[in-house]
């Protein structure tokens, strides 16, 4: 089993900045990918950001490009996302995610997640 922790959400005003820690435990999972979504009150999932473990490469989604950008360090089992130029419709509840399958964009290949992090950005 693999455990997955959030933290860093917060209370943040317009064009402010936050930054997103997700640390993983437990099992080692070889060549994992991780990804960030986030739910807004009344909307679907969104795909937020993922990296891949090898290569560290990165993929966000149209609503966040330019503004946010994923790390993460190997060493730590750590994975960041630090969230810039924030805007209210940034506001939900962001998640994150590992999966086997290294580097993907869709929720379902997901296969551990967190409880999840609050972002409230004020307007």
């Known amino acids: 089993q693999v455990q997955v922790v959030e933290s860093g959400g917060g209370l943040v005003q317009a064009g402010g900045s936050l930054r997103l820690s997700c640390a993983t435990s437990?099992?080692?999972?070889?060549?994992?990918?991780t990804g960030w979504f986030r739910r807004a009150p009344g909307k679907e999932r969104e795909f937020v950001a993922t990296?891949?473990?090898?290569?560290?490469?990165?993929y966000y989604g149209n609503s966040v490009k330019g503004r946010f950008t994923i790390s993460r360090d190997n060493a730590k089992n750590t994975v960041y996302l630090q969230m810039n130029s924030l805007k209210p419709e940034d506001t939900a509840v962001y998640y994150c995610?590992?999966?086997?399958?290294?580097?993907?964009?869709?929720?379902?290949?997901?296969?551990?997640w967190g409880q999840g992090t609050q972002v409230t950005v004020s307007s």
């Open positions: 437990g099992r080692t999972i070889s060549n994992y990918g």
């Open positions: 990296i891949s473990w090898i290569n560290r490469n990165t």
């Open positions: 995610a590992v999966t086997r399958k290294g580097f993907t964009i869709l929720s379902g290949d997901y296969d551990y």
